[in-house]
């Protein structure tokens, strides 16, 4: 038998197994930033992905019917058969380019293809997974799903929006004593009401605008130096201190582009100009609660702020990751911008024809 004092060293004290517990806990605090850390490049590398896909299929699309899709527009010719109505996104129109060719032949493109037409039925429940952020806290499917939606299917919602360009008088003008500001013309300006039906202010100067018709050719900053993808895959947070969905998909789903085939500053629309899946650049990147003032609380204010429920025109470029978003420029790449960009940097690099070369690195 072994003496009693042999038998005691082999056994662990209290305080031995707090200090073994104790350090377990250091090394798991220590190590879980780095694991959060690695997982969150892993999403942010996916969301690149995400939006290479993108951009490629929109040059698919310019090489197949030499023009870029609009931002979104009604259903006449070029885009669609004949109706009117609320028409397709330009996510629908890379459909085809983005291995949805089959879901893409069953659509109709008379009267109101993204909204009430018999498109919801061929379309629910489909998710494409190069239009979800893996970061975006985000629902994937929108909160309203369109007329003709079958009962207890989802409409996906996108995390991602074409730039249509920005507001005017945010740019800075080089070389110019004292600071002068470019002067955008293609504006058209909402009507009042806050949340629906106004929207926001509407810029015809980036690459992907509601009405758009133009060529690779248009975009003379050149197509390295012009944003036409980017981020609204996170939440804003309003005056009440509540994070809010005000993304411009969040309401209706991918669907949806625009009510006229008019381009700015000629929308028409009656002062409705919600550009649902699309965005026109007013305020800074990564602004997720307005300066610290918070945006509007619920249901938004469209007419003056161009943020609600219904939709945001005016929505920023906002993300989950760390720092700033992710944008595709008009080249086909990708670029992650720092949210510290300057406004006036982000700006021009979403208007396609400003002279103001900005490179986006």
């Given at each position: 038998m072994r003496p009693l004092s042999l038998r005691r060293r082999l056994a662990f004290t209290l305080v031995e197994l707090l200090v073994v517990i104790a350090i377990i806990g250091v090394l798991v605090a220590l190590l879980l930033p780095a694991v959060q850390a690695a997982r969150e490049a892993a999403r942010r590398s996916?969301?690149?992905?995400?939006?290479?896909?993108?951009?490629?299929?929109?040059?698919?699309?310019?090489?197949?019917?030499?023009?870029?899709?609009?931002?979104?527009?009604?259903?006449?010719?070029?885009?669609?058969?004949?109706?009117?109505?609320?028409?397709?996104?330009?996510?629908?129109?890379?459909?085809?380019?983005?291995?949805?060719?089959?879901?893409?032949?069953?659509?109709?493109?008379?009267?109101?293809?993204?909204?009430?037409?018999?498109?919801?039925?061929?379309?629910?429940?489909?998710?494409?997974?190069?239009?979800?952020?893996?970061?975006?806290?985000?629902?994937?499917?929108?909160?309203?799903?369109?007329?003709?939606?079958?009962?207890?299917?989802?409409?996906?919602?996108?995390?991602?929006?074409?730039?249509?360009?920005?507001?005017s008088g945010i740019i800075p003008i080089a070389n110019t004593s004292p600071v002068t500001y470019y002067n955008e013309t293609r504006i058209n300006t909402p009507g009042s009401a806050t949340d629906c039906c106004s929207g926001g202010i509407v810029s015809g100067?980036?690459?992907?605008?509601?009405?758009?018709?133009?060529?690779?050719?248009?975009?003379?900053?050149?197509?390295?130096?012009?944003?036409?993808?980017?981020?609204?895959?996170?939440?804003?947070?309003?005056?009440?201190?509540?994070?809010?969905?005000?993304?411009?998909?969040?309401?209706?789903?991918?669907?949806?582009?625009?009510?006229?085939?008019?381009?700015?500053?000629n929308l028409g629309n009656g002062g409705d100009l919600r550009t649902f899946n699309m965005t026109t650049i007013r305020y800074n990147l990564n602004d997720k609660n307005k300066g610290g003032a918070g945006w509007p609380n619920w249901p938004g204010d469209c007419g003056s702020v161009g943020v609600c429920q219904n939709a945001s025109s005016n929505h920023p470029l906002v993300s989950a990751h760390p720092a700033g978003v992710m944008v595709a420029l008009a080249d086909g790449s990708v670029r992650f911008l720092s949210q510290n960009t300057a406004l006036g940097t982000v700006a021009a690099l979403a208007t396609r024809d400003d002279g103001q070369t900005l490179n986006a690195d």
């Open positions: 996916s969301c690149s992905n995400n939006l290479k896909q993108q951009a490629i299929a929109v040059h698919n699309h310019h090489d197949t019917l030499l023009r870029l899709p609009p931002g979104g527009g009604t259903d006449t010719q070029p885009w669609g058969a004949s109706g009117g109505g609320w028409g397709s996104s330009w996510i629908v129109f890379t459909m085809p380019y983005m291995e949805q060719t089959a879901a893409y032949d069953k659509l109709v493109f008379t009267g109101s293809s993204g909204w009430g037409n018999v498109n919801p039925v061929y379309t629910a429940n489909l998710k494409i997974k190069a239009f979800i952020c893996p970061s975006s806290p985000q629902e994937d499917s929108c909160r309203s799903p369109p007329p003709n939606t079958p009962s207890g299917a989802k409409i996906m919602a996108a995390s991602y929006v074409g730039i249509s360009g920005a507001v100067g980036g690459v992907l605008f509601p009405g758009g018709k133009i060529t690779l050719a248009a975009i003379t900053d050149g197509t390295s130096n012009t944003i036409m993808i980017g981020e609204a895959s996170d939440n804003l947070i309003t005056a009440d201190k509540t994070k809010r969905d005000f993304r411009s998909s969040a309401q209706h789903g991918f669907m949806i582009g625009f009510h006229s085939a008019n381009a700015p500053p």
